[in-house]
């Protein structure tokens, strides 16, 4: 079972010092979207970071499985892709590539998931191979050659590719899916069945959550499924400059149901799969906590306010 943890991390580093990677951590600290967060994680301020696997994607995981297509032959394997934007090393990923596979798995046994998580900073993907060996998780040498492979997992020429078992790891910053020339974010890195977004989207700055969302609609098929979990900072004592700060910056449900809701000037006769345009699309919230009240660290570190509503959706493109 696999390679000495000391040697994947060699690896890695080696891979940063490949001629044809023009991604390196210079570029974490020359990037002004990674630069802050690459100041936290050498810092280790990760206090997003959870110990545990999120109870919220343990509990809702089977309903974000859940198919409601009538042709599904449930004996047969079913092979499913799940995107986690802004990974940092969340033991999320872990669960998800080893439910398949897991005799104790809530899972149905014929769903076989494969996990890709995009992370920006070097650090968070390093310490996520280092603390899940059993994944074997190790570099992909990128060449001129495999980068216009389609069969590999993405093709992109920013990214550097970390390969396990059913879990790729996807190093680089997340708006260059948009950036790459002649390219669509999906024809990168594929398109998805679901995506878990926690604290990912109430990561990004407000000015560039359009450009967030547009990546990440156009990542999902139709009829895929996103398992979203947003923070909604609220003062009741009209205290605005409060609710304003972040990361993590406040998302409401106004803001979710505007931005997932399905697309202007899309074309309703257009069936085609490939299309970006999200012609129906379903919203619901699934539950709302108070995290002042249920984690008591946060009411210190957050005390000018007078609710932290973490909120889960569960957001379906139906065409
Ligand atoms: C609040 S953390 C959430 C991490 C993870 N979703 C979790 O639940 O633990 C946000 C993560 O996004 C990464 N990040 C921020 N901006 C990024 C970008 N533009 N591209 C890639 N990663 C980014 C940060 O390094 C950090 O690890």
Not at 49 to 65: C, M, R, S
Not at 86 to 98: E, Q, T
Request: net charge negative; glycine share 4%; charged share 25%.
């Amino acid at each position: 079972m696999g390679e000495d943890v000391n040697t994947i991390s060699n690896n890695i580093s080696s891979n940063n010092n490949n001629t044809n990677n023009k991604d390196d951590d210079n570029c974490e600290t020359s990037n002004e979207n990674l630069k802050p967060w690459y100041q936290r994680w050498d810092s280790q301020r990760i206090g997003f970071h959870l110990k545990d696997v999120n109870p919220i994607i343990v509990k809702y995981l089977p309903e974000l499985l859940k198919t409601t297509s009538t042709t599904c032959n449930c004996k047969q394997i079913q092979h499913r892709r799940i995107f986690v934007p802004l990974c940092g090393k969340a033991i999320d990923m872990a669960y998800l590539a080893s439910s398949s596979s897991s005799s104790s798995s809530s899972l149905s046994p014929s769903v076989q998931l494969e996990v890709v998580g995009l992370e920006g900073i070097r650090v968070a993907l390093e310490e996520f191979i280092q603390e899940h060996p059993n994944l074997n998780i190790k570099p992909i040498i990128t060449t001129n050659n495999n980068a216009n492979d389609e069969n590999s997992t993405h093709r992109s020429k920013k990214l550097e590719q970390f390969v396990g078992d059913n879990i790729t790891l996807l190093k680089g910053d997340y708006f260059d899916l948009l950036e790459e020339e002649d390219s669509s974010s999906a024809s990168i890195i594929g398109r998805f069945d679901y995506i878990y977004d926690r604290g990912s989207m109430v990561a990004i700055e407000p000015q560039l959550r359009t450009s967030y969302v547009k990546i990440l609609k156009s990542l999902l098929k139709p009829g895929g499924k996103i398992i979203l979990v947003t923070l909604e900072r609220i003062s009741t004592s009209n205290n605005i400059e409060a609710t304003k700060k972040g990361p993590p910056y406040s998302i409401d449900e106004n803001n979710v149901r505007e931005m997932f809701s399905c697309d202007e000037h899309n074309n309703n006769n257009d069936n085609n799969d490939n299309n970006d345009n999200w012609i129906e699309s379903s919203i619901t919230l699934l539950e709302e906590t108070d995290q002042l009240v249920l984690v008591p660290e946060d009411k210190l570190r957050y005390p000018d306010l007078d609710q932290l509503l973490e909120a889960v959706y569960l957001i379906q493109r139906k065409k």
